[in-house]
């Protein structure tokens, strides 16, 4: 599968507007869309950080779709978003234990990589840290996003609750350790939001 995110940020106060726009007009504009997969919105209240991200069947798929969310974008967040960041993504693993719900936790890892150890990071997380993050009590969703290209990347790991994504920390800072290593990626952000939203249909 491929991915787009959208990262907002902007007053913490107004980012309650923008979530309802894109839980019902946002996601009545990608599900009229060929190839769409799924869909989930994230969001950090007291920063006031929005992430969203739409899952599409293939990348032809998620480029179609961009040419008509690009338009319709900024009204969606308006008026909370100050600033927004758009990126694309290819779905190296996709590991789904049960499907995350409102109220849980996802933990963000962004990751900078040379484009040759694309296939040695997707075999690294793959073989090594997803078996260590299926021992974290409340582990719903663990992901593998890539940009081949650029060598950037995001770890994705979605909890059914906040209570089990405060317990994983030291647990998933041992593995992301490790694999970090064994993959030879640099680990440039680390983030946690509040998932309002995520549904998508995997392989």
């Known amino acids: 599968m491929f991915v787009r995110t959208v990262y907002a940020t902007g007053d913490p106060a107004k980012v309650d507007t923008a979530i309802r726009a894109l839980n019902s007009q946002g996601r009545e504009l990608l599900e009229e869309r060929p190839g769409y997969r799924g869909a989930g919105i994230f969001v950090d209240r007291e920063l006031g950080k929005l992430l969203a991200a739409s899952w599409w069947e293939s990348e032809d798929a998620r480029r179609n779709s961009d040419e008509v969310m690009r338009e319709r974008r900024g009204a969606l967040l308006e008026p909370f978003a100050a600033t927004t960041a758009v990126e694309n993504y290819e779905a190296a693993v996709f590991h789904q234990i049960r499907q995350p719900e409102a109220g849980g936790g996802l933990r963000i890892t962004r990751l900078e990589f040379d484009p040759m150890d694309a296939d040695l990071l997707a075999e690294t997380f793959r073989a090594s840290v997803v078996p260590r993050l299926d021992a974290l009590s409340g582990l719903a969703r663990a992901v593998l996003l ?33 694999g970090a290593a064994k993959a030879h990626v640099t680990v440039i952000g680390l983030e946690e939001f509040e998932v309002v939203y995520a549904d998508v249909r995997g392989n």
């Open 146 to 178: 890539i940009d081949r290209e650029r060598g950037r990347g995001l770890v994705g790991t979605t909890f059914t609750d906040r209570g089990s994504l405060a317990a994983s920390r030291g647990p998933q800072a041992s593995a992301r350790h490790e």
